[in-house]
């Protein structure tokens, strides 16, 4: 399932739940597509964020990521 399509089913399941409500196979299928969209928020935020490089006054340039990222 691409990115879109667990989205999609999130907004899906979100608008069934506020209409008529949800069967426990549903609610236990709409908190997994929450945790793994969530979860891949992080890794992208988490992937730019190790890819940022600063010049220092110096002149000297450092990578972040290699400094905090694997912490």
Same mark, same amino acid.
Request: glycine share 4%; aromatic share 8%.
């Given at each position: 399932m691409t990115m879109e399509e667990?989205?999609?089913?999130?907004?899906?399941?979100?608008h069934k @739940?506020?209409?008529e409500g949800l069967t426990e196979e549903e609610k236990a299928e709409q908190a997994q597509l929450?945790?793994?969209?969530v979860e891949n928020v992080k890794g992208n935020l988490r992937a730019q964020l190790? @890819?940022?490089t600063i010049q220092n006054e110096?002149?000297?340039k450092?990578?972040?990521g290699e400094k905090y990222g694997n912490k």
């Open positions: 667990r989205i999609k089913r999130i907004n899906e399941l979100y @739940s506020k209409a929450r945790k793994e969209y190790n @890819s940022i110096d002149g000297t450092e990578n972040l």
